[in-house]
């Protein structure tokens, strides 16, 4: 059975009051329902973090070795700025799916740049909380074509 990780960054604690015409009024339980429960459906375990600090998401990243087959990251605001996030993800070769809420293409100049993208095997952004569940299938498929290729 495939193991994932999901990793929410930092302020996606708060989705549901935050900024909700961008987010959506969804909340993070929500979501991670509807992931716990997709995750069942595709045969595969999952376990779901949030934090607020680079740092730990670095260690949590690190700790996946040997422990996960995928990650599924949301990095929220550490997408343009974490090159610490970026290295984890290199280093740890895990196969990793970034995702967003909303698409970072269409809104501030500064969101367009992402650290993650070209270090990941895929990218969802702009499909709301569906992203999150389009990740976690694009990512459980890609590790059975890897399986069995
Ligand atoms: C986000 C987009 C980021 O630019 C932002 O900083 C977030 C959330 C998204 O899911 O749309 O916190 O990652």
Do not use: C
């Not at 605001?77 to 269409?106: F, G, L, Q």
């Not at 702009?126 to 890609?142: H, M």
């Amino acid at each position: 059975m495939f193991k994932v990780l999901v990793i929410h960054g930092p302020n996606l604690n708060l989705l549901g009051k935050r900024e909700p015409e961008i987010y959506g009024k969804t909340t993070l339980e929500e979501i991670n329902s509807m992931l716990r429960e997709l995750a069942s459906e595709l045969g595969v375990y999952i376990e779901l973090i949030q934090s607020n600090h680079e740092g730990e998401i670095v260690t949590k990243i690190q700790e996946a070795i040997g422990k996960f087959d995928g990650i599924l990251i949301n990095p929220a605001a550490y997408t343009h700025t974490s090159i610490a996030i970026r290295d984890a993800i290199i280093s740890t070769s895990i196969p990793t799916v970034e995702v967003h809420i909303s698409n970072i293409y269409r809104r501030e100049e500064f969101r367009r740049r992402s650290f993650i993208s070209d270090v990941a095997v895929g990218v969802v952004s702009g499909f709301g909380k569906e992203s999150y569940l389009l990740g976690l299938r694009g990512l459980v498929n890609y590790l059975k074509e890897k399986q069995s290729a």
